[in-house]
């Protein structure tokens, strides 16, 4: 009975998977452009109610003092989001993050339990993830942008929309996109063990460059010269390990450098990209308007004192706070902040933990490249790459 149990969970994940991949369908509100209904966190609340029948049988991030801290984390955050959702009728966004993190909860306290198991889900979303970006990439070859699955239509964005070439895919921005292959690197590079481990890589590093995100670009290549420190940090000695310190730092400190000369070709790199004007902004307005604009996100545009009107102020926790309130937005902050830390702070080398702490949470504040329906993903591979440390921390 047990086995049939799991078996019905996995077959339920392999789902999510396949639709959050190939075919992420959703709806939107009326005359708006945030995402409602999302079939993929659909199908993931069926998956918790599924996971909700397990028995509890780890403590998330290995510690109760941490579990503590994120229960109550989230039970403010949902409380203050349905406060929020009175006036703001964002009803469907409330229940969709909701559900993320108590899939996050759910997944790290039960699923986690089955050894066996959990490997087999994480080889599956992998090759499944894989596929999706082979697609992708032939999609890039035939001169597409972006597909898109909304309100019950399907659209094709081609190249020259923009006036950089990207590839979006079935993503709402090419940093999203970014973003999601940047935690999947990340994870694959350290705990993927397979014969195919170097192909995926390659194919998500073609993706990554394909999506010309520049910041998720930046942030693979640290986690990449990071890797390879970490790797012969363990098999040296005291005078080595300074030495390779002092190269790795260089080398971060290129990549960095040469990330800054690649943009500065197309932006503004004395304001960030505009980014720090639109801050300015952001804070200004945010102080002003605490209550959120619901539904209204995205569609209305603000003249914070550039050439050019935005619509959302790039940076995933200020946007947070303008569509759902400023105390909303702070316990969301809160709440993938210290799913990050607790997660990847596990790694056996400190620096390394730093450093790889820091590029995940980079892209998060430079654009809006984490939307409610990559949310679950986002902190589940993060959180994996926390349980896959400690787990190899127990073996040797």
């Keep these: 009975m047990k086995s049939i149990k799991i078996s019905i969970v996995h077959l339920m994940l392999c789902l999510y998977f396949f639709i959050l991949f190939f075919i992420p369908y959703y ?24 996971l909700f029948k397990y028995k509890k049988k780890e403590v998330i991030f290995n510690s109760k003092k941490k579990e503590v801290f994120f229960k109550i984390s989230l039970i403010l955050f949902a409380s203050f989001f349905c ?5 703001l009728k964002c009803w469907y966004s409330m229940i969709n993050q909701i559900n993320a993190f108590i899939f996050l909860y759910l997944f790290a306290t039960r699923i986690c339990n089955y050894k066996k198991d959990l490997d087999k889900i ?26 898109k699955f909304y309100n019950h239509n399907m659209y094709v964005r081609y190249q020259g929309s923009f006036s950089d070439k990207r590839l979006t895919y079935i993503f709402n921005h090419k940093s999203e996109y970014g973003l999601i292959l940047l935690v999947f690197f990340m994870y694959v590079l350290y705990y993927f063990k397979s014969r195919y481990r170097k192909v995926i890589l390659i194919g998500i590093i073609l993706t990554l460059v394909l999506t010309n995100s520049m910041i998720s670009i930046g942030c ?12 012969y940090w363990q098999r040296c000695n005291k005078y080595i390990k300074i030495a390779l310190t002092i190269f790795s730092g260089l080398a ?18 004395s304001t960030l990209g505009s980014r720090s ?11 002003e308007n605490s209550k959120g604009i619901g539904t209204n996100f995205q569609n209305i545009t603000f003249d914070v004192g550039l050439d050019f009107y935005v619509n959302n102020f790039h940076n995933v926790f200020l946007n947070e706070m303008l569509q759902f309130s400023n105390i909303v937005g ?20 400190k620096i ?30 993060i959180y994996m790459f926390g349980y896959q440390s400690r787990r190899s921390k127990e073996i040797s």
């Excluded at 702070?330 to 080398?349: D, E, G, W």
């Design 330 to 349: 702070i316990l969301y902050s809160i709440l993938i902040i210290s799913i990050v830390i607790f997660s990847i702070f596990n790694y056996n080398n």
């Design 252 to 269: 971060i400190c290129s990549i960095v450098i040469i990330v800054i000369l690649l943009i500065s070709n197309v932006r503004d790199l």
């Design 220 to 231: 693979a290549t640290i986690i990449l010269v990071t890797y390879i420190y970490a790797q």
């Design 122 to 147: 994480m080889n599956r979303v992998i090759i499944i993830f894989f596929i999706s970006i082979i697609i992708s990439i032939i999609f890039r070859i035939i001169g597409g942008d972006a597909i």
């Design 277 to 287: 004007v639109i801050w300015k902004y952001a804070f200004n307005y945010l102080i």
């Design 83 to 87: 406060v929020s959702n009175l006036t």
């Design 27 to 50: 709806t939107t509100y009326s005359n708006s452009y945030s995402e409602a209904f999302i079939l993929s966190s659909f199908v993931l609340m069926i998956c918790n109610i599924l």
């Design 352 to 381: 390394v933990s730093f450093i790889n702490t820091g590029v995940v949470i980079l892209p998060l504040l430079f654009d809006n490249s984490l939307w409610t329906s990559t949310l679950p993903i986002y902190i589940v591979i």
